[in-house]
């Protein structure tokens, strides 16, 4: 795998001012709340020097065999670059600025999971070729309400394995920060989503709102297929955020999984300030499922 240098962003220096008042939202505050709140929260680690930690044989074993490793560098790297699409043709200054920070963060992701593979021997297939969006808006959405629904489950994930010992302290404790990069970055989007569908002429709002369901749609139908190949190679599982807790070897039911990633979605984006928005329909889906099942 080839990965290129990173180099870091400039936050600016009135990130972290606070924003009073009540919110609307669509409204300048709103913009200026979310965007400073995603800067403001920037932790300037570094993949290169991340010190991973010695796993025991039988922990390497499992880590090593869960399949998710081709899908989760993809997704990454697709998402660097659809993020980073989509805030070229922005041109509010600080938005702009809030987006080209998400779109770091997600092509860091894509190093540290680089450094894991190498770290730990775990082989990959050949990347695909990586090409820009002919629709950034649209790959955008697709991004994130993707990390919506993937990151609420993988709250849930994380923390079964961190309860059960699957993941040892030392692994845990060196991923946390790109679990808390997923929330600020959902809780960034959701924002984002709701302002932009307030500033945009009104005669353009019921063909967002269809885009919106094309995306939810598309998301939908790629989770429900079938284990695919990923680079012609061995069979990945495009749900593992969901069905994970299986190839976690954890005995745990589904409303306990439920439960866990509710209660962990929760406490996650709990810590951010309670006037922004937070992600509502895969919460309430799985409350909803959760009432249905025995």
């Not at 796993?55 to 989760?72: F, H, K, S, V, Y």
């Not at 993988?154 to 920060?177: N, W």
Request: charged letters at 25%.
């Amino acid at each position: 795998m080839t990965v290129q240098m990173l180099d870091f962003p400039e936050i600016p220096a009135d990130a972290g001012e606070p924003v009073s008042g009540p919110i609307v939202p669509g409204s300048a505050a709103h913009k200026t709340l979310f965007c400073r709140t995603l800067l403001s929260t920037f932790d300037p680690y570094r993949p290169a020097v991340i010190d991973w930690p010695r796993l025991t044989p039988e922990a390497q074993a499992r880590l090593t065999a869960l399949p998710i490793w081709d899908i989760a560098v993809q997704t990454e790297g697709k998402a660097g670059l659809r993020v980073a699409s989509y805030g070229e043709t922005v041109s509010d200054p600080l938005l702009r600025q809030a987006i080209a920070l998400n779109a770091f963060e997600e092509r860091r992701h894509k190093h540290v999971l680089a450094n894991l593979v190498a770290a730990y021997g775990i082989a990959l297939e050949p990347e695909p070729e990586y090409r820009v969006p002919r629709d950034p808006e649209w790959a955008f959405l697709v991004t994130g309400y993707s990390e919506c629904i993937d990151s609420f489950f993988a709250f849930g994930l994380f923390e079964t394995a961190k309860r059960s010992g699957f993941f040892p302290p030392e692994l845990v404790e060196t991923f946390e920060p790109v679990m808390r990069e997923e929330g600020r970055h959902i809780l960034f989007f959701v924002n984002w989503v709701a302002w932009h569908r307030r500033n945009m002429a009104v005669w353009r709002r019921p063909w967002f709102a269809l885009k919106v369901l094309a995306v939810w749609a598309f998301l939908v139908w790629e989770r429900i297929g079938l284990a695919k190949d990923v680079g012609g190679g061995k069979p990945q599982d495009n749900n593992f955020t969901v069905t994970g807790a299986k190839d976690l070897g954890v005995d745990v039911s589904v409303r306990g999984l439920m439960d866990l990633c509710l209660e962990e979605n929760d406490r996650r984006l709990g810590i951010y300030d309670p006037r922004l928005l937070r992600p509502t329909f895969v919460p309430r889906m799985v409350r909803l499922i959760r009432r249905l099942l025995r």
